[in-house]
T-cell receptor, first 111, second 113 residues
């Protein structure tokens, strides 16, 4: 049962433009949604989160949007930079810090 | 200073062997986790410990046994290794109460031949 899905395996964007990464979920019990970023040969790094009672959270160049009725969230990166090239995982969180991850989207930002 | 460290980084072993992966965190966190990233790249939680007490225990074969000697360490012992155990294993930690903002180690790539 795949509770969190990232349907785009990869995304390619030009430097300075907007990157939009999408995520769909099925579990209505998630309290929080999060985005993690991962570089090769490293562990995931927390990027930004949003409570299930909010619809938007912003942190610098990163904004996460949550549409509960559609069970959909997205991460916007504006402007995109080459250093943003990485794998991005979305995750849903329930009690005791339990995270359920999607399979990731590879973002490539071209100079 | 490495916040969450794992050893070894790579582990190649034969079916049927028993192996351990060690994890240490120097962040002063009370909760530690083990995740498995399979060939399809999904990161799935296996266990979590809070102050040496088991909190989350997902549907994991009992060949996998976490051991927490103290709250800064959570080791993963695997008995009778199988081909399907080949994966990357990540350790993580978070503040107390267990938090979604988790700090991950660099991962251990286990290959079972």
């Amino acid at each position: 049962d795949q509770q969190v899905k990232q349907n785009s395996p990869s995304l390619s964007v030009q430097e300075g433009r907007i990157s939009i990464l999408n995520c769909d979920y099925t579990n209505s019990m998630f309290d929080y949604f999060l985005w993690y970023k991962k570089y090769p040969a490293e562990g995931p790094t927390f990027l930004i989160s949003i409570s299930s009672i909010k619809d938007k959270n912003e942190d610098g160049r990163f904004t996460v949007f949550l549409n509960k009725s559609a069970k959909h969230l997205s991460l916007h990166i504006v402007p995109s930079q080459p250093g943003d090239s990485a794998v991005y995982f979305c995750a849903g969180g329930t009690s005791y810090g339990k995270l359920t991850f999607g399979q990731g989207t590879i973002l490539t930002v071209h100079p | 200073d490495t916040a969450v460290s794992q050893t070894p980084k790579y582990l190649v072993t034969q079916m049927g062997n028993d192996k351990s992966i060690k994890c240490e965190q120097n962040l002063g966190h009370d909760t530690m986790y083990w995740y498995k990233q399979d060939s399809k790249k999904f990161l799935k939680i296996m266990f979590s410990y809070n102050n040496k007490e088991l909190i989350i225990n997902e549907t994991v074969p009992n060949r996998f046994s976490p051991k927490s000697p103290d709250k800064a360490h959570l080791n993963l012992h695997i008995n009778s290794l199988e081909l399907g155990d080949s994966a990357v294993y990540f350790c993580a930690s978070s503040q107390d109460p267990p938090s979604y903002e988790q700090y991950f180690g660099p991962g251990t790539r286990l290959t079972v031949t």
